[in-house]
């Protein structure tokens, strides 16, 4: 196989995932067919290119995709550092990232599938179409991914919130740094002050937090909108979803990602 393909062939194995180094070598045997020195030669060159990076995770290394470059965390999304060059497509909502502390940089399962949620819903054939005066609800925003992605992708306008200070100033900065300022507030209100219904409600937070939410969560969800869910594990989805008037909603998509899970749920028109 030629070595341009064997990279891409190593990169789709380890997809968005963090792998041990033993786990991914192993992978690769049964994948690829390389041996195991070709293997930590390739998994070498790659973590020099910057596509590959090495990190330290409760005590343990594991290997995942790079953060230092763009990444396309879904068909039209991309999570890349300031100051990358990117060959953005036409229809390709690219955030810009600032190094930071607050959580949602896309390292993290739930952060890629609270994205690509939301690009499924804004993208998929039974979202109504964007108004002038469409809006967007995240709650705990930390970077403020979410709601950036979602205004670059038609929405007109999103508050995102968080209690964290250190989060709102670098959500702040980041909606800033992607000159969305005049789109999207970013705010430390507690999530309960929040009145109104939004087209779009974001929210990547654990169950016992989305459950005590639930009733509030659909209140802020507008007839004809969607809920986009991340922050569970697979097997808490089915007793998250039993905290919901599912009467009220319908699950239009599901998806899982090592062991974590994302949901879109809409509300009837």
Same mark, same amino acid.
């Given at each position: 196989?030629?070595?341009?393909?064997?990279?891409?062939?190593?990169?789709?194995?380890?997809?968005?995932?963090?792998?041990?180094?033993?786990?991914?070598?192993?992978?690769?045997?049964?994948?690829?067919?390389?041996?195991?020195?070709?293997?930590?030669?390739?998994?070498?060159?790659?973590?020099?290119?910057?596509?590959?990076?090495?990190?330290?995770?409760?005590?343990?290394?594991?290997?995942?995709?790079?953060?230092?470059?763009?990444?396309?965390?879904?068909?039209?999304?991309?999570?890349?550092?300031?100051?990358?060059?990117?060959?953005?497509?036409?229809?390709?909502?690219?955030?810009?990232?600032?190094?930071?502390?607050?959580?949602?940089?896309?390292?993290?399962?739930?952060?890629?599938?609270?994205?690509?949620?939301?690009?499924?819903?804004?993208?998929?054939?039974?979202?109504?179409?964007?108004?002038?005066?469409?809006?967007?609800?995240?709650?705990?925003?930390?970077?403020?991914? #979410?709601?950036?992605?979602?205004?670059?992708?038609?929405?007109?306008?999103?508050?995102?919130?968080?209690?964290?200070?250190?989060?709102?100033?670098?959500?702040?900065?980041?909606?800033?740094?992607?000159?969305?300022?005049?789109?999207?507030?970013?705010?430390?209100?507690?999530?309960?002050?929040?009145?109104?219904?939004?087209?779009?409600?974001?929210?990547? #937070?654990?169950?016992?937090?989305?459950?005590?939410?639930?009733?509030?969560?659909?209140?802020?969800?507008?007839?004809?909108?969607?809920?986009?869910?991340?922050?569970?594990?697979?097997?808490?989805?089915?007793?998250?979803?039993?905290?919901?008037? #599912?009467?009220?909603?319908?699950?239009?998509?599901?998806?899982?990602?090592?062991?974590?899970?994302?949901?879109?749920?809409?509300?009837?028109?």
């Amino acid at each position: 196989m030629p070595e341009a393909e064997l990279r891409r062939a190593v990169l789709n194995r380890v997809g968005g995932g963090r792998w041990a180094p033993a786990d991914l070598l192993k992978e690769l045997a049964r994948h690829t067919r390389l041996g195991r020195g070709q293997a930590q030669a390739l998994l070498r060159e790659l973590v020099a290119a910057g596509e590959l990076a090495y990190v330290s995770e409760h005590g343990r290394t594991v290997i995942e995709p790079s953060f230092d470059r763009p990444v396309r965390v879904s068909d039209r999304i991309v999570l890349t550092p300031p100051g990358r060059s990117f060959a953005a497509g036409e229809t390709d909502a690219v955030i810009r990232i600032a190094p930071g502390a607050a959580f949602g940089a896309g390292r993290h399962p739930s952060t890629r599938l609270a994205l690509r949620g939301i690009d499924f819903w804004l993208g998929c054939s039974g979202c109504p179409p964007a108004r002038p005066d469409s809006r967007m609800l995240d709650i705990g925003t930390g970077s403020g991914a #979410l709601v950036m992605a979602a205004v670059q992708l038609g929405i007109a306008s999103g508050l995102a919130l968080d209690i964290d200070p250190c989060a709102v100033a670098e959500a702040r900065a980041n909606v800033e740094l992607n000159g969305l300022s005049g789109r999207i507030a970013v705010c430390d209100r507690n999530a309960e002050t929040v009145d109104g219904a939004y087209d779009l409600v974001a929210a990547n #937070l654990r169950p016992p937090t989305l459950a005590r939410l639930a009733p509030r969560l659909g209140g802020w969800t507008a007839p004809g909108g969607a809920l986009v869910m991340a922050g569970m594990r697979s097997a808490e989805c089915d007793v998250l979803l039993g905290a919901f008037e #599912l009467s009220a909603f319908h699950v239009r998509w599901r998806v899982e990602e090592q062991g974590w899970a994302g949901l879109v749920l809409v509300k009837p028109a």
